[in-house]
Nanobody, 115 residues
Framework: QVRLVESGGGLVQPGGSLRLSCVVS????????MGWYRQAPGTQRELVAA???????NYADFVKGRFTISTDNAKSTVYLQMNSLKPEDTAVYYC?????????WGQGTQVTVSS
């Protein structure tokens, strides 16, 4: 059974950086698409960034130029590098794997941007 475990969240000041990691275990690191989503209190979960197995990426407009998604196949890990963080980036960030028509979620990691 596939398992996704996120890490790297925390408290950071505005303008700061964090790198989130999502380790995929219980399955070979194959995917159609890996994505990072976020959900702030009282809001719906929204897509932040995604990467396909061919390496194509897409980003939500609100993170373009600030966030970068990448993978390390040898480590079965997908990353989200977040720079120039803003208070409105505060949310729980979730990793998602889409493979063979099935989706799997991680448990989430909290990111808080505050001075």
């Amino acid at each position: 059974q596939v398992r996704l475990v996120e890490s790297g969240g925390g408290l950071v000041q505005p303008g700061g950086s964090l790198r989130l990691s999502c380790v995929v275990s219980g399955s070979i690191f194959s995917f159609n698409r890996m994505g990072w989503y976020r959900q702030a209190p009282g809001t719906q979960r929204e897509l932040v960034a995604a990467i396909t197995s061919s390496g194509s990426t897409n980003y939500a407009d609100f993170v373009k130029g600030r966030f970068t998604i990448s993978t390390d196949n040898a480590k079965s890990t997908v990353y989200l590098q977040m720079n120039s963080l803003k208070p409105e980036d505060t949310a729980v960030y979730y990793c998602h794997r889409l493979y063979g028509g099935y989706g799997s979620w991680g448990q989430g990691t909290q990111v808080t941007v505050s001075s």
